[in-house]
């Protein structure tokens, strides 16, 4: 059973920087290429892909909004995907999830209805 847990999130001032985790078990992570994506919910909004990365040779798509600010990389070795943010802003408030699929290939998609995994996700609160 393919397992994620998110980690890191915090209340920050504006201006600050934040790096979110999320460990990935219950697949091979280095062998096997699939998509592992962030994702934010703020109140009264849809759910939102921000960053994908690929498990194998680490290939990455970012919505726009967040391109320059945003960095999703990863740890293979201890199979987990990470995101830094820089210059948080007030709108970055949300609730931050990382995804993934059963799929063994690596299609980078932002759109939430794609994945089948989910974690439980973890709280970013920024303050101006």
């Known amino acids: 059973q393919v397992h994620l847990e998110e980690s890191g999130g915090t209340s920050v001032q504006a201006g600050g920087s934040l790096r979110l985790s999320c460990g990935v078990s219950g697949y091979s992570y280095s062998t096997s290429p699939r998509s592992v994506t962030w994702f934010r919910q703020a109140p009264g909004q849809e759910r939102e892909g921000v960053a994908a990365i690929c498990t194998i040779g680490g290939s990455t798509k970012y919505t726009d909004s967040v391109k320059g600010r945003f960095t999703i990389s990863q740890d293979t070795a201890k199979n987990t995907v990470y995101l830094q943010i820089n210059e948080l802003k007030p709108d970055d408030t949300a609730m931050y999830y990382c995804?993934?699929?059963?799929?063994?290939?690596?299609?980078?998609?932002?759109?939430?209805?794609?994945?089948?995994?989910w974690g439980q996700g973890t709280q970013v609160t920024v303050s101006s």
């Open positions: 995804a993934t699929d059963d799929r063994r290939y690596c299609y980078l998609s932002l759109i939430a209805s794609v994945y089948k995994y």
